[in-house]
């Protein structure tokens, strides 16, 4: 029986997750892709809150496409300056490091997040 995408991805995501730990001075962002949507969210692992959420829902005319993750990674970026965050954590969840996720990421550090 064949393995589907999405388990291997969860397998993968486990893998990282048990090496990747967010604090309070240095959360974790995570990333979650959609079919219709990206999510981002930086959290603190050791009191187990979200510190800063952000979708492509929140951005007015943006797409689910390499430029509008890329917009999406700065306005996390901005709402973590708002909180006094500078660095983080970058969880990918399973996901390849290219695309969405990339640009994503790449967007988050022109916001001024150290990774």
Known sequence: ??????????????RIKAK????????RLCVFRSLQNIYAQ???????KTLVFASLKNIKKSKNNVEGAKELGK??????????IKEIV???SG????GKVKALA???????LKF
Not at 20 to 27: D, K, L
Not at 75 to 84: F, S, Y
Not at 95 to 98: E, L, R, S, V
């Open 1 to 14: 029986m064949k393995t589907s995408r999405n388990n291997l991805r969860l397998h993968r995501k486990r």
């Open 20 to 27: 990747v730990f967010g604090t309070a001075e240095r959360p």
């Open 42 to 48: 930086m959290v603190d692992d050791a009191e187990g």
């Open 75 to 84: 306005i996390i970026a901005k709402a973590a300056a708002g909180k006094k």
């Open 90 to 92: 970058f969880d990918r």
């Open 95 to 98: 996901y390849k490091y290219h």
């Open 106 to 112: 790449e967007g988050a550090r022109e916001g001024g």
